[in-house]
């Protein structure tokens, strides 16, 4: 059996982790851990009694609330799917989340193989945004400009029909909003991780596959040295 990989996203919104994570998950067969889209799948859900609440905070651009945000994660490490190796995108985002975080991993004994910063500019971001479409039955990612469907009703995965859906936060003010709270709340575990000699930098700006190669050129230094997990029996 091939050795779990787990990793986490770290950009700004519209910097392609959703992008580069359904890509890792096809890859190599992970599991892609999206907190905006755990919050999103509760918004849709008509019981779930928080689900007005975070609609507001994702429209807003504010982070929902830390002790949220950790239960919900750490109760979707703790499924057994996970023993696949996972790439978390868009968690931690705050030191409090880094910290919960490295306490949940070091219980369960697992170790992280990268922390991935990707790099983009503000305007490149705005405009990536503004063209962001996804589908609303598989989840795929689209753009308008830099990744169109072939079809403008159909998706190229899964073929359902007129079931493409845009963002509620994906409009310029929320956008702000959420540039704002990645520079204020989320940079700050920059320092965090580079401190642990786990983080790593890359060229966001480059093109969808160039990105792809660039994480798989880090995923292959870091699983030679040491401090890499054993391999799962
Ligand atoms: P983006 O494409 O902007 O990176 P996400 O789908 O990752 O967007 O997140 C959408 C929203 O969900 C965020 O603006 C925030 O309100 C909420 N959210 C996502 N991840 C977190 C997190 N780790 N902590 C708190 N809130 C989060
Ligand atoms: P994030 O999850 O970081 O918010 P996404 O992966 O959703 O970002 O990407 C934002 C938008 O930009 C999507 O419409 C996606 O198709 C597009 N995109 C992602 N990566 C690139 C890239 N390297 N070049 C051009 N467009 C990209
Ligand atoms: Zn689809």
């Given at each position: 059996?091939?050795?779990?990989?787990?990793?986490?996203?770290?950009?700004?919104?519209?910097?392609?982790?959703?992008?580069?994570?359904?890509?890792?998950?096809?890859l190599?067969?992970?599991?892609?851990?999206?907190?905006?889209?755990?919050?999103?799948?509760?918004?849709?859900?008509?019981?779930?009694?928080?689900?007005?609440?975070?609609?507001?905070?994702?429209?807003?651009?504010?982070?929902?609330?830390?002790?949220?945000?950790i239960?919900?994660?750490?109760?979707?490490?703790?499924?057994?799917?996970?023993?696949?190796?996972?790439?978390?995108?868009g968690?931690?985002?705050?030191?409090?989340?880094?910290?919960?975080?490295?306490?949940?991993?070091?219980?369960?004994?697992?170790?992280?193989?990268?922390?991935?910063?990707?790099?983009?500019?503000?305007?490149?971001?705005?405009?990536?945004?503004?063209?962001?479409?996804?589908?609303?039955?598989?989840?795929?990612?689209?753009?308008?400009?830099?990744?169109?469907?072939?079809?403008?009703?159909?998706?190229?995965?899964?073929?359902?029909?007129?079931?493409?859906?845009?963002?509620?936060?994906?409009?310029?003010?929320?956008?702000?909003?959420?540039?704002?709270?990645?520079?204020?709340?989320?940079?700050?575990?920059?320092?965090?991780?580079?401190?642990?000699?786990?983080?790593?930098?890359?060229?966001?700006?480059?093109?969808?596959?160039?990105?792809?190669?660039?994480?798989?050129?880090?995923?292959k230094?870091?699983?030679?040295?040491?401090?890499?997990?054993?391999?799962?029996?």
């Amino acid at each position: 059996m091939t050795e779990a990989i787990r990793i986490i996203l770290i950009g700004p919104p519209g910097a392609g982790k959703g992008t580069q994570a359904q890509r890792l998950r096809d890859l190599h067969g992970l599991v892609h851990i999206s907190a905006g889209d755990l919050f999103r799948a509760r918004i849709k859900d008509p019981n779930d009694p928080m689900g007005q609440q975070l609609k507001a905070i994702l429209d807003s651009g504010a982070l929902v609330p830390d002790a949220v945000t950790i239960q919900m994660i750490a109760e979707r490490l703790q499924q057994a799917d996970c023993a696949k190796g996972f790439i978390l995108d868009g968690f931690p985002r705050s030191i409090a989340q880094a910290e919960a975080l490295d306490a949940m991993l070091l219980k369960h004994n697992i170790k992280l193989d990268a922390v991935i910063q990707m790099e983009v500019d503000d305007d490149k971001l705005v405009e990536r945004i503004s063209g962001r479409y996804t589908c609303g039955e598989c989840n795929t990612g689209y753009h308008d400009t830099f990744k169109p469907a072939q079809d403008a009703h159909t998706c190229d995965v899964c073929g359902a029909k007129d079931k493409f859906v845009r963002r509620s936060d994906d409009n310029a003010e929320a956008v702000r909003a959420r540039l704002k709270t990645y520079y204020n709340q989320t940079t700050p575990i920059l320092p965090y991780y580079e401190g642990k000699g786990m983080l790593k930098r890359l060229d966001g700006m480059a093109s969808m596959d160039e990105v792809t190669a660039a994480i798989e050129a880090i995923l292959k230094g870091p699983k030679d040295s040491p401090g890499k997990n054993p391999p799962r029996p």
